[in-house]
């Protein structure tokens, strides 16, 4: 018998925790703490416990199929790769639209983004980042001139009072929780605001439950008491922020009162005041948001607000504070860094900027050239195109993303996926997505091969092969060059490793550019911007000044609205939706981890006690989840800690699928869909 440790970085969230990959002749069997990495020095969450059970599932994909007749059938690499290569070559570039994946590694996202801007020469490729923090991107964008998470996850540790608001940390985020609880021990008040008495509640000093879709109402109440009170922070705002004249004419109208606020959220005008005097008076102040903020069609206004808030207290560029957008998977942060967005290259470089563009098309050297020099579609918008406007979109390549289950309004999904002419999936499962495809790819998963991701913090890390992958599945980077040099472009996809891709990427990434194998391959890797080899990278962003060209932060003025459903008298609830500390998205993964899939067999809808007595439900009754888009049975789960009025439901279940219910309605700017609010009403299941 042999027995080997691998190090690695965890498959799941976007904290980045490193632990070992057991390794038993060849096959991973367990994992086993790492204590070396300074994120999470050895601990893990259950997610990360056990992510080696999926690994050997025997549902892996391990074989391409091609769909005949309506039916699977089992290829060879060779007939998968002249039958896609044909179909694609046959499509207008701007027919075919790709999806990159927050799973795979910056290496595949890269060349993904590559082979659709060069090989097909379309402008259309996204990911679900467009699902997640799309309001992130180009709300901080607009604030301080760049889309990232500010401060570190150990900086977390060192702040005098943590704001949490949208974001679920405990459960979603745990070894961030983690750090959450030693700034709490070092003396740090915890304030969370959230719709749910969650695993995060429990540990706050203050907790707010309110109505879905109040955030900038609440900021805006926040930060009328800090200035009301005289808590700004006068020099920064004077030396490092543009219109604070327009954010307070806004902030200051009597709509932001104490009153009128506690109206609109449902907190009592005493707790936004301490909220406001604990966050608007202690030495750092730092804010913690994610979905709860960013998944609204007013997405980019909250982030903005969250932005106001913390330039106004002067918490930017400064240890223990900073606007911490907690990054959802593994490798979000990476999959935007390289590009796989509709409107940019690496590193956020611009696809309508001359200059950007011919850097590109120059060093990838395409002799027939490259996609237009125009923004592409968002995954959402993709989706829209294809029920509204058929044959404008005919051919999608997928990879490692389950659109079936995780976006807005399934039925349209539906629709829009089925209308396509072809339909090529790459995964590790059959999903439900992979059911509709024309081929399906096997793709190797995390612990079978080597590359980077890069977590919320924007620390770049290892991914080490621990194992080989499944039948003839292969690692994606593989797949896409071999399908590229099937299609006439061998020349520039000549890769034989992660590691010739990654200095590509590096050569053409300016925050990367000081960074290679050699440097990563250490513990503590990485922060981007790291620009030269001898450049230490940057935990902490907008030290001293900002990241628009002049310098300056700038604050939005912004007004609170509803968002676009609201309650009535036919659908009179507000359903909002999210995930659960054991499963993970359209679970794929965690259902085939038999520990995680034994805690959590199924999906729920909360509801609290007096709104279930009112309607005559009772706990554990199946009952029926109405909205305009359509209906689920599921199983009510009576609990005190929902507010009234307010449903919940974890969109992990197919069963009971949350996104049959979910409003596609979009941010205007983001194109992020409005998952946390939508109208509902739930009915008792009459037997026939
Ligand atoms: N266990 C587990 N962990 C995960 C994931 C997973 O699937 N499972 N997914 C990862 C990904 S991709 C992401 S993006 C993150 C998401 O991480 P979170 O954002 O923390 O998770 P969610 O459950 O989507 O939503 C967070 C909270 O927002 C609250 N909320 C609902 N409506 C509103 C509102 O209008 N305003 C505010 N402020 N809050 C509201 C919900 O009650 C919920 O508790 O988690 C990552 N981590
Ligand atoms: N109602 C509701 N819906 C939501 C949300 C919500 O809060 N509420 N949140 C949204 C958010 S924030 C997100 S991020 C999205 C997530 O949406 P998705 O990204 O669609 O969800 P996942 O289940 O993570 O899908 C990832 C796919 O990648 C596959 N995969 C894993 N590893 C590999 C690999 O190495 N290679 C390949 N090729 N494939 C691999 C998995 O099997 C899985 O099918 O969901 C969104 N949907
Ligand atoms: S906190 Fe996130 S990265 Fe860490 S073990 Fe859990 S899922 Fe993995
Ligand atoms: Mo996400």
Known sequence: MTLKYVPTTCPYCGTGCSFNLVVQDGKVVGTAPYRRSPVNEGKVCPKGTYAHEFVNSPDRLTKPLIKKNGKFEEATWDEAYDLIARKFKSYKPDEFAALASARVSNEENYLLMKFTRGVMKSRHIDHCARLCHASTVAGLAASFGSGAMTNSILDIADSKCVFILGSNTFEQHPLIGRKVMQAKKNGAKIIYADPRYTATAKQADLYMPFVSGSDVAILNCMMQEIIKNGWEDREFIANRTKDYEKLKEVVMKDTYSLENVSKISGIPAESLKTAAEWFGTAESSALLYSMGITQHTVGV?????????????????????????????????????????????????????????????????????????????????????????PGELKCMYIMGENPMLSDPDLTHVRHAIE??????????????????????????????????????????????????????????????????????????????????????????????????????????????????????????????????????????????????????????????????????????????????????????????????????????????????????????????????????????????????????????????????????????ITEA
């Open 301 to 389: 206004d909250n982030v903005r607000s969250t932005a106001n808030l913390q330039m106004l207290t002067g918490n930017l560029g400064k240890r223990g504070g900073g606007v911490n957008a907690l990054r959802g998977q593994n490798n979000v942060q990476g999959a935007c860094d390289m590009g796989a967005l509709p409107v940019v290259f690496t590193g956020y470089q611009k696809v309508i900027d001359e200059a950007a563009h011919k850097k590109f098309a120059d060093a990838w050297g395409f002799s027939d050239g490259i996609c237009e020099p125009k923004n592409g579609y968002e995954v959402t918008v993709m989706m829209d195109i294809l029920t509204d406007n």
């Open 419 to 684: 209308s396509l002419e072809f339909l090529v999936v790459q995964d590790i499962f059959l999903t439900e997505t992979a059911e509709l495809a024309d081929v399906v790819l096997p793709a190797a998963c995390y612990a079978e091969r080597d590359g980077t991701q890069t977590s919320t913090e924007r620390r770049v890390q290892m991914w080490r092969k621990a194992q080989d992958p499944p039948g003839e599945a292969k690692v994606d980077w593989q797949i896409i060059s071999e399908l590229a040099a099937k299609m006439g472009y061998a020349a520039q996809f000549p890769y034989r490793s992660a590691e010739e891709i990654f200095s590509e990427i590096a050569a053409l990434t300016p925050s990367y550019h000081g960074m290679n194998y050699e440097r990563l391959n250490k513990p503590e890797a990485l922060h981007w911007p790291c620009p030269a080899v001898d450049h230490p990278g940057t935990p902490i962003l907008h030290i001293g000044k900002f990241s628009h060209p002049d310098g300056m932060g700038v604050f939005a003025p912004l007004e609170w609205k509803p968002p676009a459903e609201v309650p009535d008298a036919e659908y009179p609830f507000v359903l909002t939706t999210g995930r659960v500390l054991w499963h993970w998205h359209t679970g794929t993964m965690t259902r085939r981890s038999a520990t995680l899939d034994h805690e959590v067999p199924t999906g729920w809808i909360e509801i609290n006690p007096e709104d279930a007595q009112a309607l005559g439900i009772k706990n554990k009754e199946m009952i029926r989840a109405v909205t305009r888009r359509g209906s689920v049975d599921v199983p009510a789960r009576v609990t005190r800690d929902i507010m009234k009025g307010v449903m919940f439901m974890p969109f992990h279940f197919k069963e009971c699928a949350a996104n049959v219910l979910t409003n596609n309605a979009l941010d205007p700017v983001a194109k992020i869909p409005e998952f946390k609010a939508c109208a509902v009403k739930v009915e008792k």
